[in-house]
């Protein structure tokens, strides 16, 4: 007997039917001999539904009051799939976040969580039911206000409970059959990875691939917790993400995948004086608005002037706040202009690969060249490339890279469900 943590997206949870759908999977994996705690996230597109209603009542509502809000779009999902175990026969129990013992810091809207203290979540399995608990949300130790983790977060509220309860397993389920080279959204060709490690996933999440939220990732993998991703629309078996054993290495492929990214800006401070200490001055500033960023590219300086451009990309979320904040300091930073734009994408070529096979970066620029798309920004790390293109040329870019990298498959992917919102 295994104890299993299944976690099921808003995508399979979309309406009636599909919940019920899910309360027999759910049931079939008890029937089996299991033990089954399952975390589940807002039906369908139910989350920003709520966010769009939120912003019709108030441009700027409070964020207590936002997680109120959002909160309860799990709470919905996690009453329904309970009643629907119980219309087949088993008895559930659903519980809140905050009544599953996730213990998280105050920060509303993207809280981390701090512990899991699943005594009444231990308890009910012992008792024989099925636990259904709501992703996404906690509570704050300090301050005991219901908190959110930020959006994706029910990942990372399954992971952490299969790491408090020590599941054998974590499974999340989704509406593709596991993690893709690319968004199947985007390039149709995309082929499923059967095993990827942890490292990877977490480049690829952090650099946009929606599949798993980052920080579910990374707890996984200190937790050394597998993580099995596949679809709640079939019995395909998905993609494992597991943590580096020794002497994988040798078969992995060296290109995991491709992500794509476009929540982000790029900001240009033309003309700057390239002398000692105005970098630091400009992202000291950029840092005590508390804004977190990406890429950075600074030109060398040409001609007797000693001045420079410095580009870098930030949340466009945050954009505003940053473009305020460096012109405020314009006279004191000495630069001549300053330039936003928000039309553009990033794209991150991951593999662990890469750190034994030079040419990868060639090989990518190549590609882009022949399709006639010009690279904005260049970063890399010890496994990933990434580049920034023009917003319009960007998904063109996925496809040729992938192609280029030979990840295309025969046949085509198939997307399940949802709405991709
Ligand atoms: N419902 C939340 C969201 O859409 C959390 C989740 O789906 O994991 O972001
Ligand atoms: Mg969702």
Request: hydrophobic share 35%.
């Given at each position: 007997m295994s104890l299993v943590v299944q976690k099921y997206g808003g995508s399979s949870l979309a309406d009636a039917e599909s919940?019920?759908?899910?309360?027999?999977?759910?049931?079939?994996?008890?029937?089996?001999?299991?033990?089954?705690?399952?975390?589940?996230?807002?039906?369908?597109?139910?989350?920003?539904?709520?966010l769009d209603l939120a912003a019709e009542v108030s441009p700027a509502p409070p964020s207590r009051e936002m997680d109120m809000l959002l909160t309860a779009g799990e709470r919905m999902s996690m009453a329904l799939v309970s009643m629907a175990i119980s219309n087949l026969g088993h008895s559930a129990r659903s519980y809140t976040g905050s009544q599953a013992g996730v213990i998280t810091d105050a920060q509303h809207g993207k809280a981390r969580i701090i512990d899991v203290t699943p005594g009444r979540?231990?308890?009910?399995?012992?008792?024989?039911?099925?636990?259904?608990?709501?992703?996404?949300?906690?509570?704050?130790?300090?301050?005991?206000?219901?908190?959110?983790?930020?959006?994706?977060?029910?990942?990372?509220?399954a992971v952490a409970l299969a790491a408090g309860i020590k599941a054998d397993v974590c499974e999340i389920y989704t509406d593709v059959d596991g993690i893709f080279t690319a968004d199947p959204r985007i390039v149709p060709t995309a082929h499923k990875i059967?095993?990827?490690?942890?490292?990877?996933?977490q480049e690829l999440a952090a650099s946009g691939a929606k599949v798993l939220m980052l920080r579910c990732v990374e707890y996984a993998r200190r937790f050394d917790l597998p993580i099995h991703v596949r679809s709640s629309?079939?019995?395909?078996?998905?993609t494992w993400v597991v943590n580096q054993k020794e002497g994988d290495s040798v078969e992995d492929p060296i290109i995991a995948g491709?992500?794509?990214?476009?929540?982000?800006?790029?900001?240009?401070?033309?003309?700057?004086?390239d002398s000692p200490g105005r970098a630091a001055a400009v992202f000291k500033a950029i840092a005590g608005v508390g804004i977190n960023v990406d890429m950075i590219?600074?030109?060398?300086?040409?001609?007797?002037?000693?001045?420079?451009?410095?580009?870098?990309?930030?949340?466009?979320e945050d954009a505003g706040r940053g473009v305020e904040v460096l012109k405020a300091m314009q006279d004191e930073l000495g630069?001549?202009?300053?330039?936003?734009?928000?039309?553009?994408?990033?794209?991150?070529?991951?593999?662990s690969g890469m750190r034994s096979n030079p040419g990868v970066s060639a090989t990518l620029f190549q590609s882009l060249a022949d399709a006639g798309i010009n690279i904005e920004m260049i970063s890399t790390s010890e496994i990933r490339v990434s580049v920034v293109t023009s917003d319009d040329e960007l998904d063109e870019a996925v496809r040729v890279v992938h192609s280029a990298f030979g990840l295309d498959a025969d046949g085509e992917a198939v997307v399940y469900g949802g709405t991709g919102r």
């Open positions: 919940i019920k759908r899910v309360a027999r999977r759910i049931v079939d994996t008890k029937k089996a001999g299991n033990d089954v705690v399952v975390v589940v996230s807002a039906m369908g597109d139910t989350t920003d539904e709520l979540i231990t308890e009910a399995i012992g008792e024989g039911h099925i636990v259904i608990v709501a992703g996404f949300q906690g509570v704050s130790q300090a301050t005991n206000e219901i908190t959110t983790l930020g959006r994706g977060g029910s990942d990372t509220t059967d095993r990827i490690t942890n490292e990877e996933m629309f079939s019995h395909h078996e998905g491709v992500a794509h990214d476009r929540s982000e800006g790029k900001i240009t401070i033309v003309g700057i004086p590219v600074q030109n060398v300086s040409a001609g007797t002037e000693k001045k420079t451009d410095i580009s870098f990309t930030v949340p466009k630069f001549e202009q300053l330039q936003y734009d928000d039309q553009v994408g990033k794209l991150s070529l991951v593999g």
